[in-house]
């Protein structure tokens, strides 16, 4: 083959990817299009939660795995940080994309937003090269400021995050701009709202205190509170959005529901902490107040869900997006369940005396983070990718539904047998290091190397090889559902 042969061949073979992929820029606004560049990163930081992951359950049960290249507390900090930065991009995303339609105007200061989108990003591969090639040595205060801030779940050194603050900042002003110059309306009030708390939660774990007892009650308001009361909500806002778009439901069924869960999550949200704080030193009703609140803050959306279905199916409405009405039914029982169930499972004073910082709150929190969050971006995901394609029918019986089929089964299937092998671990821990061994380290020891203990956490590597299987289906069916279709939505419903 000549060179000329060779170029030919070259630039058919780009063409036919680009086909294959086949997606328009032209249908997406400007918001939109900034609310895509949110949903890639989002896609790849979910690719390395799961990574780092299944590298740190390996660990669990080859303990000398990578062991002095890439040690457990690294990849276990890198896993839960690409968790939470993962979902905040969708969460992002998703604001941006509906932003437009639903104040009725161009974004303002789209600019400003783009920048603060490479800013971020910038910023969040910065901090994850940090975590996995400068984690050694002592800690000081130029360490807090640029290597690690040394706190649990929130490790991001100080400049990254003040960095984060003035990203939500710069959202927030957006957000608020752009309906101020536009419309306003339930949606938009609630959103503006939670966003203030988005922004102002986060400051609470940027200051240090000398009583352990106030460090600790600060410090479970970003980890618990920022994301039980602000991302609930938000999810909320996204959720009631999704299912006007997806199957024409009125809107005052969805912001009654709204308003309903801002009243549950600000209020039992708030309360609900107290099953963490009698922990570190605070009163002891607390346990009661928080062990009860905890349980009622999924309930309003699962209601506006299941009442959305009800309405949707009463009127006959028709439904476009199999995979995205999937996904947010997902949501809702994954939402109730991880979150509500799960959570109150271990919240309850008597039972979290033997259970609290066991597997069972991993369990937990496998659960209610896939299930409350993760789902509804993916749901999102579908919503985003068919107005992409052009506005083409995404039904369950058209061309390759078995990948995103598949997607959702090996997901959903992979999250849940690791809660249930987490699940099984807890309880023996529970029983060996905490009930029998008193809480000592002999009896921590005991319970690690019980063959109970040992078998869930083969298991709980097993489900998330599912997981992850499910993940790299999920990526290519994103890739090229719709690529084939040449019907348009508006063509069927009205034929």
């Not at 303990?63 to 507390?73: A, C, I, K, Q, V």
Request: charged share 10%.
């Amino acid at each position: 083959m000549n060179a000329k042969e060779l170029c030919e061949k070259s630039r058919a073979s780009m063409s036919e990817f680009k086909t294959w992929v086949a997606l328009d820029v032209s249908n997406l606004s400007p918001g939109q299009q900034l609310a895509v560049k949110y949903f890639s990163v989002a896609v790849i930081l979910f690719f390395a939660q799961l990574l780092f992951g299944m590298i740190a359950a390996t660990q669990f049960i080859f303990p000398n795995f990578l062991y002095g290249w890439l040690d457990f507390s690294v990849n276990r900090m890198v896993h839960i940080n690409a968790m939470v930065v993962w979902m905040l991009y969708g969460f992002i995303g998703c604001t941006y994309w509906l932003l437009e339609e639903e104040s009725g105007t161009e974004i303002v200061g789209l600019k400003l937003g783009e920048l603060a989108f490479w800013v971020l990003t910038g910023a969040v591969t910065l901090v994850v090269l940090v975590y996995l090639l400068i984690q050694t040595g002592a800690g000081k205060d130029s360490t807090l400021w640029f290597i690690n801030e040394g706190r649990e779940y929130i490790e991001a050194p100080r400049w990254a995050d003040i960095g984060i603050v003035i990203v939500m900042l710069i959202f927030f002003y957006n957000v608020v701009a752009t309906f101020s110059k536009g419309k306003w309306s339930g949606i938009a009030g609630v959103l503006t709202l939670d966003l203030v708390a988005l922004a102002g939660m986060y400051t609470a774990g940027m200051f240090y205190m000398t009583n352990i007892t106030h460090e600790q009650f600060w410090w479970w308001w970003v980890i618990h509170l920022w994301v039980e009361a602000t991302w609930e909500v938000l999810v909320g806002v996204i959720m009631a959005w999704s299912l006007m778009k997806l199957l024409g439901v009125k809107r005052q069924i969805v912001t009654t529901w709204l308003y309903i869960e801002v009243a549950l999550m600000f209020g039992s949200g708030i309360l609900g902490l107290g099953h963490h704080y009698f922990w570190i030193g605070t009163p002891e009703y607390w346990l009661a107040i928080g062990g009860f609140f905890s349980a009622l803050e999924p309930i309003p959306l699962v209601a506006m869900v299941v009442h959305a279905m009800y309405d949707a199916g009463s009127h006959s409405f028709k439904n476009s997006n199999h995979p995205a009405v999937a996904w947010i039914i997902a949501q809702a029982f994954g939402n109730f369940f991880g979150a509500g169930v799960w959570g109150f499972m271990h919240t309850l004073p008597q039972i979290n005396l033997y259970t609290h910082g066991t597997q069972w709150s991993a369990s937990h929190g496998h659960l209610a983070f896939f299930g409350a969050y993760a789902t509804i971006n993916i749901a999102f995901f579908y919503l985003a990718i068919q107005h992409w394609r052009g506005g083409v029918w995404m039904s369950g019986g058209t061309a390759n539904a078995w990948r995103w089929k598949w997607a959702l089964g090996l997901l959903n299937a992979g999250v849940l047998g690791m809660t249930i092998a987490l699940l099984i671990a807890g309880y023996e821990q529970s029983f060996i290091e905490r009930a029998t061994e008193g809480s000592s380290w002999g009896g921590y020891f005991a319970a690690q190397n019980h063959p109970s203990f040992q078998s869930a956490m083969v298991w709980r590597w097993f489900f998330g090889l599912m997981t992850f299987s499910g993940l790299i289906l999920l990526i290519w069916d994103l890739l090229t559902i719709g690529k084939d279709e040449t019907r348009k939505v508006q063509e069927i419903i009205q034929h």
